[in-house]
């Protein structure tokens, strides 16, 4: 499950990709004017859904769009799961190093996992002023999820969903379908997530 793998073919989003971009930006522009009072902190988006539903797609269409005079960085949840059955690992890996220091106003300090060799690598640090958008499957678990500016829920036909995920060639990932298909499910009773948005997005060809 490498963030970095070629996406699959484009997908058609409903509200589309411009709705998207305006909910986001109507974040921004109440921080630009004043509307966080006292924080220095960036913004945050949390994009999450099932597998295939195009969390990394919109991530980077958000983040093209991206004010110049601010910055951002995506953040995969990809990188924090640290194995197949590390759903429940990563969402608190997010919570820890993430979402808590910047709830503090501290840098966070994030781990990568490296799917080829099995590890950690050192990762990166994230600053308290940078605009960071979290995409990827639990990124609404922690409870601090819910002081997201923006928390976009994706959902798609299930058909769609494993076309996509197994079509980023990764032989692994037919292997561990059903097991992180059942994780993912569990996750979705236990937090009801798609109740959590501020938008939902539906995903289709």
């Not at 819910?146 to 494993?162: F, G, K, M, Y």
Request: aromatic letters at 8%; charged letters at 25%; proline letters at 3%.
């Amino acid at each position: 499950m490498d963030s970095n793998a070629a996406e699959p073919a484009h997908l058609r989003f409903t509200p589309d990709v411009d709705d998207v971009w305006q909910h986001v930006e109507g974040v921004l522009s109440a921080r630009a004017g004043g509307g966080v009072i006292g924080s220095s902190t960036g913004a945050l988006v949390l994009i999450d859904g099932a597998s295939g539903t195009g969390k990394t797609s919109l991530a980077a269409e958000l983040a093209a769009r991206w004010p110049t005079d601010r910055q951002v960085i995506v953040v995969h949840m990809d990188d924090l799961y640290g194995g197949w059955d590390g759903l429940a690992a990563g969402i608190l890996a997010l919570d820890v190093s993430l979402l808590t220091p910047r709830s503090r106003g501290e840098d966070a300090h994030l781990g990568s996992y490296n799917w080829v060799t099995e590890s950690w690598d050192d990762g990166q640090v994230v600053l308290t002023e940078v605009d960071v958008i979290v995409e990827g499957c639990g990124s609404f678990g922690p409870v601090l999820a819910q002081t997201a500016d923006a928390r976009i829920w994706l959902e798609a036909p299930e058909n769609l969903r494993r076309e996509r995920a197994l079509g980023r060639g990764a032989e692994d990932f037919e292997r561990h379908w059903d097991m992180w298909e059942q994780q993912f499910q569990q996750f979705e009773r236990r937090v009801e997530p798609s109740q959590l948005a501020s938008l939902r997005v539906r995903a289709n060809h």
